[in-house]
């Protein structure tokens, strides 16, 4: 079965410093994984998927993440915070449940980033 | 282009009563995905359906949890009998593709902004 860890429930950077969000994964096929946002109050919206094209995989609002086979890593990055990027982070695998309900995503805990002036 | 919709956004409910939470999926989409966020805790499959047909729902609760997607109308998930341990956000997602087709990867699950449910 597949499934993500993320290292960190919270992680507290400056503004204009980089920010790094990890996730490790565990998948016996080749997995097909994503970052979401979740403002408070809000939805999970997607900032990047990774689908077994490029490794190096660019999304929304200057975050990127590259797949990492050898070290089974997914880590999400952005060289320069902003005040803005304050939000919960979800990192997720889809979930292969006997070729059924590929749509069915396995989330990770979260990480909670909060941005200092 | 009117997102996933979920209504109400806050529901409060004592114990025993019954809760229902509305869905309704993107235009187009006729594939729909529940999720339940419990406190700290990250999304939790539940249960996904086509119009009229439960496709999976290996993720529900055995008991007081039931879903659907008429035909017309939008997704319901209820939750008879509710616990304190029902607290918690509940969220849709709707997608335009089966999840049996792999291009669905390229384009996944759109999400409304939840129902947080409280119950006292």
């Known amino acids: 079965a597949q499934s993500v860890t993320q290292l960190g429930s919270h992680v507290s950077v400056s503004e204009g410093a980089l920010v790094l969000l990890r996730c490790n994964y565990s998948?016996?096929?080749?997995?097909?994984l994503f970052w979401y946002v979740q403002y408070p109050n809000k939805g999970l919206q997607l900032l990047l998927k990774?689908?077994?094209?490029?490794?190096l995989v660019k999304g929304i609002n200057g975050f990127e993440a590259e797949f990492k086979k050898s070290e089974t890593s997914f880590h999400l990055t952005k060289p320069s915070a902003h005040m803005s990027d304050a939000a919960e982070y979800f990192c997720?695998?889809?979930?292969?449940?006997?070729?059924?309900?590929?749509?069915?995503?396995?989330f990770g805990q979260g990480t909670i980033l909060t941005v200092h002036p | 282009n009117a997102g996933v919709m979920q209504n109400p956004r806050h529901l409060v409910r004592r114990r025993g009563q019954e809760a229902r939470l509305r869905c309704s999926p993107m235009?187009?989409?006729?594939?729909v995905y529940w999720y339940r966020q419990l406190p700290e805790e990250g999304l939790k499959f539940m249960v996904y359906?086509?119009?009229?047909?439960?496709?999976?729902e290996s993720g529900m609760p055995k008991e007081r949890f039931s879903a659907e997607f008429p035909k017309e109308g939008p997704s319901i998930l209820r939750i008879q009998q509710v616990v304190r341990g029902d607290s918690a956000a509940y969220f849709c997602?709707?997608?335009?593709?089966?999840?049996?087709?792999?291009?669905?990867?390229?384009?996944?699950?759109?999400f409304g902004n939840g129902t947080r449910l409280t119950v006292t």
């Open positions: 997602a709707s997608s335009a593709l089966p999840a049996t087709d792999t291009s669905s990867y390229n384009s996944p699950l759109h």
């Open positions: 990774y689908t077994s094209a490029a490794t």
């Open positions: 997720a695998v889809i979930t292969n449940a006997g070729g059924t309900s590929y749509g069915k995503l396995t």
């Open positions: 998948s016996s096929v080749p997995p097909y």
């Open positions: 235009k187009g989409h006729s594939h």
């Open positions: 359906l086509q119009k009229e047909n439960i496709i999976d």
